[in-house]
Nanobody, 114 residues
Framework: VQLQASGGGLVQAGGSLRLSCAASGFITSSSAMSWYRQAPGNQRDIVAR???????TYKASVKGRFTISRDNAKNTVYLQMNSLTPEDTAVYFC?????????WGQGTLVTVSS
């Protein structure tokens, strides 16, 4: 299982970014896929989760602004982030839990300037 996250960068407040998580070694539609984030000095928190059946759930502070989705043909999961605020600044990780193990991508840095 490998997860390759990308798409982070520097954006002004109010802007948008789309993160991608390309998976290999398994089929993303067979597992729940999640995005987490970790800001400096903070714990890693879940931001969004997509079940294998396609049902999304979101952290309260991003609901209505972020959208998690999956492209089965590309075996890739996305996180569309709109109306970004400086509080969204963090390293974002994609993750899945399979066969009793938690797998993580390498993280992609999102910086939102005010």
């Amino acid at each position: 299982v490998q997860l390759q996250a990308s798409g982070g960068g520097l954006v002004q407040a109010g802007g948008s970014l789309r993160l991608s998580c390309a998976a290999s070694g398994f089929i993303t539609s067979s597992s729940a896929m999640s995005w987490y984030r970790q800001a400096p000095g903070n714990q890693r928190d879940i931001v969004a989760r997509l079940t294998s059946g396609g049902t999304p759930t979101y952290k309260a502070s991003v609901k209505g602004r972020f959208t998690i989705s999956r492209d089965n043909a590309k075996n890739t999961v996305y996180l569309q982030m709109n109306s970004l605020t400086p509080e969204d600044t963090a390293v974002y990780f994609c993750s899945t839990f399979r066969d009793g193990n938690r797998y993580w991508g390498q993280g992609t840095l999102v910086t939102v300037s005010s």
